[in-house]
């Protein structure tokens, strides 16, 4: 592949067929040299996006720290940006109970293990 550039050149008297070769290896170097060209500029392109970062990485790469402003406090049931937050509102109602049916009682065979019949009232005829 050496010289492939160069212009290299079968001579007359060694008639060896290479000019072919010699078209495929240029055209193979002129494909490299483009996509080489082309991530050149995707290179550059990289660089400028990570410039803009750039307040936030170091030359290694390596993340600094970023300061951000403290978050304001916001209270739902104030409805203002004030002193504190809805879970530490001084004027958050009391929650309500909630209201629930009582359980039913519902009888169960530990003889057949199922639900409809208490274990006293099982037919002891039928063995599982």
Same mark, same amino acid.
């Given at each position: 592949?050496?010289?492939? $550039?160069? $212009?290299?050149?079968?001579?007359?008297?060694?008639?060896?067929?290479? /000019?072919?070769?010699?078209?495929?290896?240029?055209?193979?170097?002129?494909?490299? /040299?483009?996509?080489?060209?082309?991530?050149?500029?995707?290179?550059?392109?990289?660089?400028? +996006?990570?410039?803009?970062?750039?307040?936030?990485?170091?030359?290694? $790469?390596?993340?600094?720290?970023?300061?951000?402003?403290?978050? /304001?406090?916001?209270?739902?049931?104030?409805?203002?940006?004030?002193?504190?937050?809805?879970?530490?509102?001084?004027?958050?109602?009391?929650? +309500?109970?909630?209201?629930?049916?009582?359980?039913?009682?519902?009888?169960?065979?530990?003889?057949?293990?199922?639900?409809?019949? +208490?274990?006293?009232?099982?037919?002891?005829?039928?063995?599982?």
């Amino acid at each position: 592949v050496a010289g492939a $550039g160069a $212009g290299v050149q079968c001579s007359k008297e060694t008639p060896c067929g290479c /000019r072919g070769e010699v078209a495929s290896l240029q055209q193979t170097l002129q494909i490299a /040299r483009t996509e080489a060209s082309r991530l050149e500029l995707e290179n550059t392109s990289l660089k400028e +996006r990570l410039g803009k970062l750039g307040a936030h990485f170091r030359e290694d $790469g390596k993340a600094t720290a970023v300061v951000t402003a403290p978050a /304001r406090l916001y209270c739902d049931y104030c409805e203002s940006f004030s002193d504190h937050d809805t879970l530490e509102c001084p004027h958050k109602p009391a929650p +309500r109970p909630v209201a629930r049916a009582a359980p039913v009682d519902r009888p169960y065979c530990t003889t057949c293990e199922v639900f409809g019949h +208490r274990t006293e009232d099982c037919d002891d005829s039928l063995t599982f």
